[in-house]
T-cell receptor
Framework: RKEVEQDPGPFNVPEGATVAFNCTYSNSASQSFFWYRQDCRKEPKLLMSVYSSGNEDGRFTAQLNRASQYISLLIRDSKLSDSATYLCAVNTGFQKLVFGTGTRLLVSP | EAQVTQNPRYLITVTGKKLTVTCSQNMNHEYMSWYRQDPGLGLRQIYYSMNVEVTDKGDVPEGYKVSRKEKRNFPLILESPSPNQTSLYFC???FGAGVYEQYFGPGTRLTVT
C-alpha cells in the first residue's frame, strides 16, 4: 500500500460548484499534513496546512480524520483559476514529507 | 524576494555525461531536499540535508549524489546519467526539519538520451 494515496481524477466541475478531494495515509504516526497546489509542471506551492480541528481559508476548507487516516480538501464556489493539481503531503515524522500523486481539478465555464 | 533557484531549467544530455543541477536558497533555511516528479509516481525524495555537511538518502537516491558545503547551496550531481533519470526535478527548502512550510524551486526538466 502506498504511504499516501489520492484519486488522480480529473474532477471536472462547473464554475461555482463545490468539490472535495480526499487523501489517505497509511502511517498512523503521521504528524502533520498539508495541501499543495501545482499548476501544470510548475513547482508545488503550499495551499494550506491541515490542523486537527480543521481549518478554513476563504473558499478552502481542510479537515483531518485521524481515525480513518485521511485528510480532505473542500473547495466552494469553484473558479476557473482553481484548475490545477492538488497534492497532499504527509510528514511521517522521519524528517520526510511524503507526497501523494495529486488530484487534477478542471473547472469549466 | 525569498526564493529557491535552480539551474539549468531545461537540460538535454546524453547517457554517461556527468551533470550538476544547482540549487540555491536565500532564506537561511537549514533543511533542503531534492525531489523528482514522474507521471503516476508523484514527487519522490532523492536526498535531503538537515544542515551543512549533513545529508541523507531519500526514497530514490540511486544514481545521484549531493553535497552541502554551504547553507544556501545544495547541488544535485548525476555522475553517469541514464535515460531512466529523465524527469522533472525540484529542489526545496524549509526553515528546519520540523513542521515548516516547504518552498520549492521552479524545477529542472532533464532529458537523458
Amino acid at each position: 500500500r502506498k504511504e499516501v494515496e489520492q484519486d488522480p481524477g480529473p474532477f471536472n466541475v462547473p464554475e461555482g460548484a463545490t468539490v472535495a478531494f480526499n487523501c489517505t495515509y497509511s502511517n498512523s504516526a503521521s504528524q502533520s499534513f498539508f495541501w499543495y497546489r501545482q499548476d501544470c509542471r510548475k513547482e508545488p506551492k503550499l495551499l494550506m496546512s491541515v490542523y486537527s480541528s480543521g481549518n478554513e481559508d476563504g473558499r478552502f476548507t481542510a479537515q483531518l480524520n485521524r481515525a480513518s487516516q485521511y485528510i480532505s480538501l473542500l473547495i466552494r464556489d469553484s473558479k476557473l483559476s482553481d484548475s490545477a493539481t492538488y497534492l497532499c503531503a504527509v510528514n511521517t515524522g522521519f524528517q520526510k514529507l511524503v507526497f501523494g500523486t495529486g488530484t487534477r481539478l478542471l473547472v469549466s465555464p | 524576494e525569498a526564493q529557491v533557484t535552480q539551474n539549468p531549467r531545461y537540460l538535454i544530455t546524453v547517457t554517461g555525461k556527468k551533470l550538476t543541477v544547482t540549487c540555491s536558497q536565500n532564506m537561511n533555511h537549514e533543511y533542503m531536499s531534492w525531489y523528482r516528479q514522474d507521471p503516476g509516481l508523484g514527487l519522490r525524495q532523492i536526498y535531503y540535508s538537515m544542515n551543512v555537511e549533513v545529508t541523507d538518502k531519500g526514497d530514490v537516491p540511486e544514481g545521484y549524489k549531493v553535497s552541502r558545503k554551504e547553507k544556501r547551496n545544495f547541488p544535485l550531481i548525476l555522475e553517469s546519467p541514464s535515460p531512466n533519470q529523465t524527469s522533472l526535478y525540484f529542489c526545496a527548502s524549509k526553515f528546519g526539519a520540523g513542521v515548516y512550510e516547504q518552498y520549492f524551486g521552479p524545477g529542472t526538466r532533464l532529458t537523458v538520451t
